[in-house]
């Protein structure tokens, strides 16, 4: 291999150009960002690796226990966040991962069937394939061997996990849903697999553990704490989509902030 250097176009090894771009999409129970991801993976070159954070519940008999009795599934001790951290450092340093990573890779549940939450609804294929379009004007040349990694889930850079989860992302989006449309819309779901049964959510589980969770995780980024209010001080940590955003506005907007961070090959700070 020649020790010259080499052109403007070519990455060289460990260069922000060379190694996986990591997009965290993170925010309340139903905010779309497993929607946004799906969509997301159909347009950015890759085909980009999929992370949920939902791969990494642990087992039901593991699962924290409020002080009413009732299993807390929206918390960081739900979530194996040792083993999280590990896949994400992998994948980080451009290492593989396969199922024992429980990652999924590229387009899933395309047709919409399993457990009503992952796949794309609300998001016309036209303005997929639009974007798609698009996308493929702006991707910088250098970039164009870059692999893509999308992480979703409900707790990626909460206070809690930041410093364990938070610093392998270049992009990190914080979606947002106003108490009432998340309850509607978690509230209307039939229930989830679990690794050892099937979960529904019993009554007031959304207002007495759910929403409360989220605010105390995320509420640091906000101005007194208030996660239905404006971006404080300490969000520049992360971009903070506006309230009442449609999914296609949403979609464009992320895409927005991931050109701005691969055309200037840097992460955020």
């Given at each position: 291999?020649?020790?010259?250097?080499?052109?403007?176009?070519?990455?060289?090894?460990?260069?922000?150009?060379?190694?996986?771009?990591?997009?965290?999409?993170?925010?309340?129970?139903?905010?779309?960002?497993?929607?946004?991801?799906?969509?997301?993976?159909?347009?950015?070159?890759?085909?980009?690796?999929?992370?949920?954070?939902?791969?990494?519940?642990?087992?039901?008999?593991?699962?924290?226990?409020?002080?009413?009795?009732?299993?807390?599934?929206?918390?960081?001790?739900?979530?194996?966040?040792?083993?999280?951290?590990?896949?994400?450092?992998?994948?980080?340093?451009?290492?593989?991962?396969?199922?024992?990573?429980?990652?999924?890779?590229?387009?899933?549940?395309?047709?919409?069937?399993?457990?009503?939450?992952?796949?794309?609804?609300?998001?016309?294929?036209?303005?997929?394939?639009?974007?798609?379009?698009?996308?493929?004007?702006?991707?910088?040349?250098?970039?164009?061997?870059r692999r893509v990694v999308l992480v979703d889930g409900f707790l990626l850079f909460g206070e809690s996990v930041r410093e364990q989860l938070g610093r392998f992302f270049d992009v990190k989006i914080l979606l947002r849903a106003r108490f009432g449309d998340a309850k509607a819309r978690r509230e209307s779901r039939n229930g989830y697999v679990t690794?050892?049964?099937?979960?529904?959510?019993?009554?007031r589980y959304f207002e007495d553990v759910v929403w409360p969770g989220f605010v105390a995780e995320h509420g640091f980024l906000f101005e007194r704490g208030d996660v239905e209010g404006e971006p404080g001080g300490r969000a520049r940590e992360v971009k903070v989509a506006k309230l009442d955003m449609g999914l296609e506005e949403m979609l464009e907007w992320v895409l927005g902030e991931v050109r701005r961070v691969s055309e200037s090959g840097k992460g955020e700070d």
């Open positions: 291999m020649s020790a010259s250097t080499p052109p403007p176009t070519t990455a060289t090894p460990n260069s922000p150009t060379d190694l996986p771009l990591l997009i965290a999409l993170s925010g309340p129970t139903s905010s779309g960002k497993t929607t946004l991801a799906t969509a997301l993976s159909r347009i950015l070159p890759g085909p980009p690796l999929i992370i949920h954070a939902d791969d990494f519940y642990r087992p039901d008999s593991q699962i924290p226990v409020t002080a009413a009795g009732l299993q807390n599934w929206d918390c960081a001790g739900a979530l194996d966040v040792e083993k999280f951290e590990m896949v994400l450092g992998r994948v980080r340093e451009g290492e593989e991962v396969g199922e024992e990573g429980l990652v999924r890779q590229g387009d899933f549940e395309r047709d919409g069937k399993g457990d009503g939450v992952h796949y794309v609804k609300g998001i016309e294929g036209a303005v997929v394939e639009q974007l798609e379009g698009d996308v493929r004007g702006w991707w910088p040349e250098q970039g164009r061997r690794l050892e049964g099937f979960w529904q959510d019993p009554p």
